[in-house]
């Protein structure tokens, strides 16, 4: 994949001078386990903290990046950036579980375009459509998928690996999502009112300042 030489010069700062997208080594037969690291674990960690993890995994391959603030993020969740705050490149973060269609990506593209940015990266846990991976193809967009980055964590070192870790063990409610608007975890609540009452769902402490709320699926 070519960049332009403005990119090439800056991303000579990554390990062994290789590019985002050799960094990001999706290996598909590496072993499924290792000590608390888990795929499951992955799978349950909240969306906040999957973007944490994203972020850890470009910090640890030495590629300077940042988490953008919470609230309207306009398409960007983390940017890729020089030592002097210049973007090399944006990514968007979805832990959601359901394919990740063709839309999407012509969003992060359309950020990129806005932007003028020649690098993109999706993470997702689940996968791509197959005109997702086709339109991507080109526009200088990296797709990871959760096979993917599960993998290239498993490739790093026990020491990095445990930075992965640390961000996890640390948050002792991984599992319960933040609040997109005031970076708080959510509580649990019961609908008292309208047609889905005594359904439940998260809701911000904040409220009724912030009506940030997250339905909660029935367990089967």
Known sequence: ????????????????????????????????????????????????????????????KNIKSEVTNTGADGGIDIKVTTDKGKVLAIAQCKAQKKQIGVALIRELYGVMTAENIKQGMFFTRSNYSPDAKDFAKGKGIALVDCDGLFNAINNLNETDRERIENLISNDKDYKTPTCANCNIKLIRRKAKTGKNIGSEFWGCTNFPRCRSRIKIKPEI
């Open 1 to 60: 994949m070519k960049y332009t030489e403005e990119v090439e010069k800056e991303l000579k700062k990554l390990e062994e001078s290789r590019s985002i997208y050799q960094v990001i080594k999706i290996e598909r037969n590496q072993p499924e386990e290792f000590k608390k690291w888990s795929k499951d674990l992955m799978m349950e960690i909240e969306w906040k903290l999957y973007e944490d993890v994203c972020k850890e995994f470009l910090q640890i």
